[in-house]
């Protein structure tokens, strides 16, 4: 893909949403946001400075979790789910007092499940984003 985007700033826009309740999140989205910046620093250090993120957290309030707790702890890359990249399912499995007795998201791949998405994850993810070009 030699001189596919001569020149030219890439935007890359990852929005992340979790569940706040009260101004707390639960163990599996706060890891989850540990990770995204792990991987946002490792992006920095490994992609070009014409790739720029726009990085967007989105607080899911508890009335709306409630109506779909598979929207909480979940990661878009250009407004695709980070799944789609992946190649990974969605699943659910309990998580802890904050999101009470909701099954929670879940991601699956090759048979392994991440309750929080690691970082190596989301920088597989960004990349693929990245191979589609302009």
Do not use: H
Not at 48 to 70: G, N
Not at 74 to 90: C, S, T
Not at 119 to 133: R, T
């Amino acid at each position: 893909m030699a001189g596919c985007c001569p020149r030219r700033e890439r935007v890359v826009r990852i929005r992340w949403q979790r569940l706040v309740t009260n101004g707390e999140t639960c163990q599996r989205c706060s890891s989850t946001e540990k990770e995204l910046n792990k991987a946002l620093e490792i992006l920095k250090l490994l992609l070009p400075l014409s790739i720029r993120f726009e990085v967007e957290k989105v607080e899911i309030p508890y009335e709306e979790f409630k109506k779909d707790p598979l929207k909480s702890n979940q990661i878009f890359i250009n407004d695709r789910p980070i799944e789609e990249y992946l190649g990974a399912k969605v699943g659910k499995s309990g998580c802890c007092n904050v999101c009470e007795s909701y099954e929670c998201r879940n991601l699956e791949i090759d048979n392994e499940v991440y309750e929080a998405i690691p970082a190596n994850l989301i920088v597989e993810a960004v990349i693929a984003a990245l191979g589609s070009c302009c």
